[in-house]
C-alpha cells in the first residue's frame, strides 16, 4: 500500500530533551516536505527536500533540523525542544514540485513540550 | 495581511445545499492553488486542484479560480454530512519557489442532516 508513515504518533516530552520524529515514503516521491498545524494558524511548512541531501526552510525553521539521506526517509529533529513547539506535526511527500504536484500526507504526530 | 486567507467558519448548510468555500491569496505570481480536505483527528487529503482562470469540475466539487481578483472558491453540490470536515485551501507562493506552498487556516464546515 502507497502511505506515507510517521513514527510515533504520540509523544510527550520535556522542555530541551532531544527527539526525533520519523517519515517514512514508499511511493519512491522525490519531494518531502514537515509541517506543523496549531489551532487558528493552520498547515504551516517547517521544511522540505527536493531530493536526497538538498533541504531548504520553510516558513518557520526556527528550532528543527532535517536530513535527508535516503530518498525514502525525512526526519524531523528536535535538537531542544521548547513548549512552544508543542502541535501537531505532518510529514507529507509528493512526485514532484510541491507548489505544482499533489501532497500525500503522513497520519500525524502529535507532540507535547512540557 | 496574511498570504492566504479564509473564513474559518464554521459554515453550516443543510444536507442537499450547496456549500461555498472561499479563498484569498496575496501572491500574484501563484500558479497553482489546491484544495484539501481534513477530518477531524486525520491527515489532509487532496479534494481538488485548479491552475487556470475559470471553473473545474470533479463530481459534485467545483473549483473556482480568478487569478485578477486572486480568490479561489470550492462549491460542494448536494452537500452530505460525510462532507462535514475543515477544508484547507493552499496556494503555491512565488513563480521560483516551487517547494513552497501556503496554506490558509481552514474553513470548517458542518453539514446538516
Known amino acids: 500500500e502507497a502511505q506515507v508513515t510517521q513514527n510515533p504518533r504520540y509523544l510527550i516530552t520535556v522542555t530541551g530533551k532531544k527527539l526525533t520524529v520519523t517519515c517514512s515514503q514508499n511511493m519512491n516521491h522525490e519531494y518531502m516536505s514537515w509541517y506543523r498545524q496549531d489551532p487558528g494558524l493552520g498547515l504551516r511548512q517547517i521544511y522540505y527536500s527536493m531530493n536526497v541531501e538538498v533541504t531548504d526552510k520553510g516558513d518557520v525553521p526556527e528550532g528543527y533540523k532535517v536530513s535527508r539521506k535516503e530518498k525514502r526517509n525525512f526526519p524531523l529533529i528536535l535538537e531542544s525542544p521548547s513548549p512552544n513547539q508543542t502541535s501537531l506535526y505532518f510529514c507529507?511527500?509528493?512526485?514532484?514540485?510541491?507548489?505544482?504536484?499533489?501532497?500525500?500526507f503522513g497520519p500525524g504526530t502529535r507532540l507535547t513540550v512540557l | 495581511q496574511k498570504e492566504v486567507e479564509q473564513n474559518s467558519g464554521p459554515l453550516s448548510v443543510p444536507e442537499g445545499a450547496i456549500a461555498s468555500l472561499n479563498c484569498t491569496y496575496s501572491d500574484r505570481g501563484s500558479q497553482s492553488f489546491f484544495w484539501y480536505r481534513q477530518y477531524s483527528g486525520k491527515s489532509p487529503e487532496l479534494i481538488m486542484f485548479?491552475?487556470?482562470?475559470g471553473d473545474k469540475e470533479d463530481g459534485r466539487f467545483t473549483a473556482q479560480l480568478n487569478k485578477a481578483s486572486q480568490y479561489v472558491s470550492l462549491l460542494i453540490r448536494d452537500s452530505q454530512p460525510s462532507d462535514s470536515a475543515t477544508y484547507l485551501c493552499?496556494?503555491?507562493?512565488?513563480?521560483?519557489?516551487?517547494?513552497?506552498?501556503?496554506f490558509g487556516q481552514g474553513t470548517e464546515l458542518s453539514v446538516k442532516p
Open positions: 507529507a511527500s509528493s512526485f514532484g514540485v510541491i507548489g505544482l504536484h499533489e501532497q500525500f
Open positions: 485548479i491552475y487556470s482562470n
Open positions: 493552499a496556494v503555491n507562493i512565488g513563480v521560483d519557489q516551487g517547494g513552497k506552498l501556503i
